[in-house]
């Protein structure tokens, strides 16, 4: 038993790495200057930091399709409070992390009740946009030019610092905590762990108002580092963190994963998003749409993968 899941963590990780190392080359032949990725990571950094609580929750046999949505709910209240409210900034972004947490509950108290994690937040998902729509101007709300300047520590935005201090916290919150081995008892068998009365309720709610924390913290860096709040913020980042989550090998259908397995899904995600931009400047038809295609593929393909594996080996 012990012999087949370490083939099938050999065989999961075999995709990811070398596509991850396909990647690395590429960049390494046409970037010139390094230090200019620094900002091209930005965005996958707040990626990251959403798909670290999806982790949990796709391990815990969940889903959440609503992550985006919330993030766009959030920056609008920033702007909204800081603009119309003439909240301090440091007040309007914590009422924007409370916002979050208080969406993510809401998806945390209808799947406690029973519902299905797919439905609820795919109807939160249209919610949560449809009030980021309904609040915010067509044009979206310009803030001070200064916060730019706030969120950076040297040459590095602080993007950077808070995913490294999140994802460390989460490894341990995950594989550490009860509350983490709970997440893997409820995805391979929900009845049984309902059963030996381990704190399923609690960790189902837990798992999506970190889900909406993280959203929130999001939200007020997408604030600061754009010097704008506007109602499509991160919108079909949901996707995004979805894919970073199943490339690295969690299965979606839940039981398996790990925080260090979504790091390696990032780095693949990232790498390859900039390396098909890098590839666009040599090949005229490799646009957006084409970009789309591919990702999408990547993540269907590489899902039926693990998803054969585990079947196979365990």
Same mark, same amino acid.
């Given at each position: ?29 046409? +970037?010139?200057?390094?230090?200019? $990725? /620094?900002? *091209? ?8 930091? %959403? !798909? #670290? ?58 799947? +406690?009740?029973?519902?299905?994690? $797919? /439905?609820? *937040? ?8 449809? %009030? !980021? #729509? ?79 924390? #993280? ?100």
């Amino acid at each position: 038993m012990n012999r087949s899941r370490t083939n099938s963590t050999v065989f999961t990780l075999l995709v990811p790495l070398v596509l991850l190392a396909i990647a690395m080359l590429i960049m390494v032949t046409k +970037v010139e200057r390094p230090a200019a $990725l /620094i900002q *091209t990571g930005v965005e996958w950094m707040e990626i990251g930091l %959403l !798909a #670290l609580a999806m982790t949990a929750i796709i391990i815990s046999g969940g889903i959440d399709l609503s992550v985006a949505s919330i993030v766009a709910l959030c920056v609008v209240t920033v702007g909204v409070l800081f603009d119309e409210y003439s909240w301090p900034f440091p007040a309007a972004g914590g009422g924007a992390v409370l916002v979050g947490v208080f969406a993510g509950s809401v998806n945390g108290l209808a799947i +406690v009740r029973g519902l299905s994690p $797919l /439905i609820v *937040t795919l109807a939160t998902m249209a919610l949560y946009a449809g %009030l !980021a #729509l309904s609040i915010a101007p067509v044009a979206g709300i310009s803030m001070p030019i200064e916060l730019e300047e706030a969120i950076y520590f040297g040459r590095w935005p602080a993007q950077y610092f808070v995913f490294g201090l999140a994802a460390v916290a989460a490894h341990v919150l995950l594989h550490h905590t009860r509350t983490g081995r709970t997440c893997f008892y409820l995805g391979e068998n929900p009845v049984a762990a309902r059963f030996v009365a381990l704190p399923v309720n609690r960790t189902l709610l837990g798992v999506y108002m970190l889900s909406g924390l #993280l959203a929130g913290v999001v939200a007020v860096m997408y604030v600061m580092s754009r010097t704008t709040a506007i109602a499509n913020a991160h919108q079909g980042a949901e996707l995004k963190v979805i894919a970073c989550v199943v490339v690295g090998g969690t299965l979606i259908t839940g039981g398996h994963g790990s925080i260090s397995r979504t790091l390696l899904g990032l780095c693949v995600m990232a790498s390859l998003d900039i390396c098909l931009d890098l590839m666009a400047n040599d090949y005229k038809w490799m646009d957006a749409r084409i970009k789309m295609i591919v990702m999408g593929i990547l993540v269907v393909a590489i899902a039926v993968w693990n998803q054969w594996l585990a079947r196979r080996l365990n």
